[in-house]
């Protein structure tokens, strides 16, 4: 009984600890529901956002190997989505151009919407984060034709629950079972 509750105690010790994407800075990216807007219709398609109200970046903490999902939903116009790593700037946007399909800056584009089509409800499903460290989301209206206003959105973003944590659980429920049986 000692040997497999040292077995499981090495076992949960050996996997990596739960990795959940929290929030570093703008709009409290964990996981639910988050709302938004930018004030051109047609900013990420056209990538010429110069600032955050053309174009959102939510910006979030996640480690190697996390899953991310991305819905967006508007009844405005259509939006485009696109997951980066690292952190977009001012000075980046201004000297290097905001690309919603490639890389730009310090920051290296992992996945996104189609850049020159789109759907209301827009969405990134099971998107594999490659490494640990700043993620960013940018979200901005894909119309195609320049409208100026105000154009809300909701974000939904999900972060399945890592294999390691349900491991874990099991691991910690077998060794209160064996406890419990020895006792």
Avoid: C, H
């Avoid at 189609?114 to 894909?142: D, H, K, Q, R």
């Amino acid at each position: 009984m000692k040997k497999i509750i040292l077995a499981l105690a090495i076992l949960v010790a050996a996997v990596p600890a739960a990795s959940f994407a929290t929030v570093i800075t703008k709009g409290d990216v964990t996981r639910g529901s988050y709302s938004g807007s930018v004030n051109s219709s047609n900013a990420w398609i056209a990538s010429n956002a110069l600032d955050g109200d053309a174009v959102n970046f939510w910006t979030f903490s996640g480690a190697a190997n996390t899953l991310l999902s991305i819905v967006v939903d508007s009844t405005d116009i259509e939006f485009g989505v696109s997951v980066y790593s690292g952190l977009v700037d001012d000075l980046e946007l201004l000297f290097d151009g905001f690309n919603n399909a490639g890389n730009f800056g310090n920051n290296i584009f992992v996945a996104g919407t189609n850049p020159l089509t789109g759907a209301i409800g827009t969405s990134l499903l099971n998107i594999l984060l490659p490494s640990t460290g700043v993620y960013t989301i940018a979200v901005g209206g894909e119309q195609g034709l320049d409208y100026s206003g105000n154009f809300g959105y909701t974000m939904k973003v999900s972060v399945p629950e890592p294999a390691s944590l349900m491991l874990f659980a099991v691991a910690l429920l077998g060794m209160t079972f064996a406890i419990r049986r020895r006792a």
